[in-house]
């Protein structure tokens, strides 16, 4: 897995060469052409495109085994919601005295 900080350099880098003036844009793509190569990125990396390899690319830079991980049970899903319920009420509590 690519490390997040090479990445939002990449996308920062890029973002100034859309945006930069003259010199500054140069540069810029100077800059973030040398950061896709020292790190092995492509454009489809840095835009959050990754290519799952199940027919097509995952948005956000997810790959399709982070999607699928990230679904939840319906109990812990439930778990979490009495979880914040109660400590919604305890906040409460504490800030009523």
Excluded: W
Excluded at 78 to 92: D, G, R, S, T, V
């Amino acid at each position: 897995m690519i490390d997040v900080k090479v990445i939002d350099k990449a996308k920062k880098l890029k973002e100034l060469a859309n945006r930069g003036i003259g010199g500054e844009k140069e540069n810029a793509i100077r800059m973030y052409e040398a950061h896709k190569q020292k790190h092995n990125l492509t454009d489809d990396q840095v835009a959050g495109r990754t290519f799952t390899g199940y027919g097509g690319y995952a948005s956000g830079g997810q790959t399709y085994r982070q999607t699928q991980s990230n679904k939840m049970s319906e109990e812990e899903l439930a778990a979490i919601i009495k979880f914040a319920n109660l400590f919604a009420k305890m906040f409460i509590n504490i800030y009523k005295k």
